[in-house]
């Protein structure tokens, strides 16, 4: 029986020459049958790829060697190259696209001047004491918000963005001035999203900042479905979602009828494929399977 893997990665380090990096690890990956998707910039490299474990295993060892990414962090999950439509390797501007490439700082140790990490128990930690003192930690979702309509830590704040870009038109609308004297953590998938985040967010003023380390993922791994994440974890590929154990919540509801659900379809209409919530009953019927207020944006809002 053949074993199949995905991970999930990133660095955030200098790289003088991100093309010579793109064509090393488009040769590596075609070598070992990998599929996924890894984005190289001057500041790093942010991947998500799958394929037979001993592959993807052989593609890790090798990665790591590379001395700028020696330490970086893996998170493993099940699924494998089944799970992406093709190889995607490109360099561009960010490796995450805020859309701030002139206010990320990076050296060989990471992001210049973000938010303090915390591991999964520190968070833990870090609440108790604060909630001992009468004093809330607030959660910050660095994520698009629809991706928290099927999973969120208890009580977040979840900002109005459909795209990563959106994340500094939203700090800078002052919604979120009342926060800046208070201790907010940010959080993401895997982690990256939250290292830019935290860092526009210091810049802003922001004081007492930290963020996730390991993202979603990490926490997962360490609490499951026992601790203060509540839901299924958004992932970009043909899973959709994931859960941290068989008593995960169901937080979702269909966009029709109202059901429990934490599947997101496209629209049937082949001009709008807007990604939705749908349960199975209103999934099954082309129908229903349709913007309920009509269809007024073409394109799919996963960015």
């Known amino acids: ?23 090393w690890q488009r040769a590596l990956c075609e070598k070992l049958s990998l599929r996924g998707r890894v984005i190289i910039s001057k500041d790093g490299i942010n991947g998500t790829v799958g394929g037979e474990l001993n592959a ?15 330490k970086m962090d893996i998170k493993w999950s099940e699924g494998g190259a089944e799970d992406f439509p093709r190889l995607s390797i490109k360099v561009r501007d ?51 918000a629809f991706e928290a309509q099927i999973g969120k830590f208890r009580d977040a704040v979840v900002p109005d963005v459909a795209t990563t870009q959106d994340f500094k038109r939203e700090l800078d609308s002052g919604k979120y001035d009342h926060l800046r004297d ?16 935290s860092s526009l967010m210091v810049d802003r003023g922001f004081s007492e900042v930290y963020q996730m380390k390991g993202g979603i993922v990490r926490y997962g791994e360490t609490y499951g479905d026992a601790g203060l994440w509540e839901g299924s974890l958004y992932v970009f590929d043909k899973r959709m979602h994931m859960e941290f154990s ?7 509801t269909c ?27 209103c999934s099954a019927d082309p129908a229903t399977l349709r913007c309920p207020q009509g269809c007024e944006t073409e394109g799919e809002n996963l960015s």
Not at 6 to 22: K, N, S
């Open 1 to 23: 029986m053949t074993i199949n893997r995905i991970v999930l990665y990133y660095a955030f380090t200098p790289l003088t020459d991100p093309d010579a990096i793109r064509l």
């Open 56 to 70: 993807v295993k052989r593609y890790v060892k090798a990665t790591r060697e590379y001395p700028a990414f020696k």
């Open 94 to 144: 960010e490796i995450v696209s805020f859309g701030a490439p002139g206010e990320l700082q990076v050296d060989e140790n990471g992001v210049v001047g973000g938010g303090k990490h915390l591991r999964p128990e520190e968070l833990h930690e870090l609440v108790e004491s604060r909630k001992a003192s009468g004093e809330e930690i607030t959660f910050f979702d660095g994520r698009n």
């Open 182 to 197: 208070k201790p907010v953590v940010t959080y993401c998938t895997g982690g990256i999203r939250c290292e830019v985040l």
């Open 246 to 252: 068989e008593n995960a919540k169901t937080i979702g």
């Open 255 to 281: 966009v029709r009828c109202q059901a429990p659900t934490n599947k997101f379809e496209n629209c049937s209409n082949l001009n709008c494929r807007h990604l939705t919530l749908y349960c199975s009953e």
